[in-house]
């Protein structure tokens, strides 16, 4: 079965600290996105890749990085984690053209402290 | 405007009933549109794709598509409890993928 695996389903972290999240697809896909969601904003694109070492900013990039080094691998980073970051986060992946849809992940809640 | 507009709800429909979920979209040259449906505390997940005008069936759900009023609808008949979750619609223009914010859905037994 194709997957999406994000490392960690839920994590608390102290206001400061540098966060990483880690998402893996075995799907060999190109495209990779970080998204966070939150209750009545719906789903905002913060960063993503159409290949390896590449990046891209979505909508709302400040205050986190990516890094991806490995095609299957794409990872998000909250470089000094804030209470506004507390969120659940979602990595997804598709292949591209315009027939694909995505592939999401199981998700992350950080939650801030 | 955004991109992709969904009534937020809540939508509630008795077990066995059919489920309305509509969605209209602003991109004219949007490709391919697809329906993820959300259970609470989990992650999207995809149930149905179409790409042509009409409709499309796969099991319960059905998908219609008219692109001349860029509308995108999803029926659900027979409407179960295990249904009641929140369906999100999503479009890709081949440059961008656009999701709506949800509607929710409840399935009252």
């Known amino acids: 079965d194709v997957k999406v695996t994000q490392s960690s389903r839920y994590l608390v972290k102290r206001t400061g600290e540098k966060v990483f999240l880690e998402c893996v697809q075995d799907m060999d896909h190109e495209n990779m996105f970080w998204y966070r969601q939150d209750p009545g904003l719906g789903l905002r694109l913060i960063y993503f890749?159409?290949?390896?070492?590449?990046?891209e900013k979505g909508d709302i990039p400040e205050g986190y990085s990516v890094s991806r080094e490995k095609k299957e691998r794409f990872s998000l980073i909250l470089e000094s984690a804030s209470t506004n970051q507390t969120s659940m986060y979602l990595c997804a992946s598709n292949t591209p053209g315009r027939y694909y849809g995505y592939t999401f992940g199981s998700g992350t809640r950080l939650t801030v402290v | 405007q955004k991109e992709v507009e969904q009534n937020s709800g809540p939508l509630s429909v008795p077990e066995g009933a059919i489920a309305s979920l509509n969605c209209t979209y602003s991109?004219?040259?949007?490709?391919?549109f697809f329906w993820y449906r959300q259970y609470s505390g989990k992650s999207p997940e995809l149930i149905m794709s179409?790409?042509?005008?009409g409709d499309k069936e796969d099991g319960r759900f059905t998908a219609q598509l008219n692109k001349a009023s860029q509308y995108v609808s999803l029926l659900i008949r027979d409407s179960q409890p295990s249904d009641s979750a929140t369906y999100l619609c999503a479009v890709n223009t081949g440059n961008q993928f656009y999701f709506g914010t949800g509607t929710s859905l409840t399935v009252i037994p």
């Open positions: 890749s159409y290949d390896v070492k590449m990046k």
């Open positions: 991109d004219r040259v949007s490709q391919s």
């Open positions: 179409i790409y042509s005008n």
